[in-house]
């Protein structure tokens, strides 16, 4: 009865390749994120998905590529992976785009080590 | 500035300690503030949401100062169980207001 699962939990790869993480909630929500944590532990968000349609697109190198194909997946494809991409990835969904209480519920993180 | 900035720590604290964190944040026009709490390798989950008037839930309390952009969790009693990295999430006004900013955190180690 996972909430929010990622694959693969782990993901290293060699600089240049391309690689997908994906994300699915069972919990009804309509919207989706991605968050990036780097090697300091700063969480920060990168794109937000509401009902499919992309409503947060932080500073984000367009190597990177939010795919909703319906509102319970959210996945986020890398193209020509670089070393500063190595961090913990984590998705995340809530019920509502906006309200003053409004909150999200996360993945277990896909570990991504770029060599 | 970082929108929002915390004392990374790490706070040692021996078990039945009173702990307080602090957290001050850059856009006065914020709406929403929340604590979220992660494990070490885990996934960040939500531990309360702050209330202007401040709020409790068992051995924790929150405080929002809207006036000084600061809020701050104490935790009375520390249990082993309570260590853990403690962010302070802050949402801004209009927009997407479901877009969490948080702070990089600070490490709470209770020791026995």
């Known amino acids: 009865d996972t909430a929010v699962s990622q694959t693969p939990k782990y993901l290293v790869t060699q600089m240049g390749n391309d690689k997908s993480i994906k994300c699915e909630q069972n919990l009804g929500h309509d919207t989706m994120y991605w968050y990036k944590q780097d090697s300091k532990k700063f969480l920060k968000i990168m794109f937000s998905?509401?009902?499919?349609?992309?409503?947060i697109n932080e500073t984000v190198p367009n190597r990177f590529s939010p795919k909703s194909p319906d509102k319970a997946h959210l996945n986020l494809h890398i193209n020509s992976l670089e070393l500063g991409d190595s961090a913990v990835y984590f998705c995340?969904?809530?019920?509502?785009?906006?309200?003053?209480?409004?909150?999200?519920?996360f993945g277990p993180g896909t570990r991504l080590t770029v060599l | 500035r970082k929108e929002v900035e915390q004392d990374p720590g790490p706070f040692n604290v021996p078990e039945g300690a009173t702990v307080a964190f602090n957290c001050t944040y850059s856009n006065s026009a914020s709406q929403s503030f929340f604590w979220y709490r992660q494990d070490c390798r885990k996934e960040p989950k939500l531990l309360m949401s702050?209330?202007?008037s401040g709020n409790e839930d068992g051995r924790f309390t929150a405080q929002l100062n809207r006036a000084s952009q600061y809020i701050s969790l104490l935790i009375r009693d520390s249990k082993l169980s309570d260590s853990a990295t403690y962010l302070c999430v802050v949402t801004p006004i209009g927009g997407a207001t479901n877009k969490l900013i948080f702070g990089t955190g600070t490490l709470l180690a209770v020791q026995p």
């Open positions: 998905y509401n009902n499919k349609e992309l409503i």
């Open positions: 995340a969904s809530s019920p509502l785009p906006g309200g003053r209480y409004n909150e999200q519920f």
């Open positions: 702050v209330y202007s």
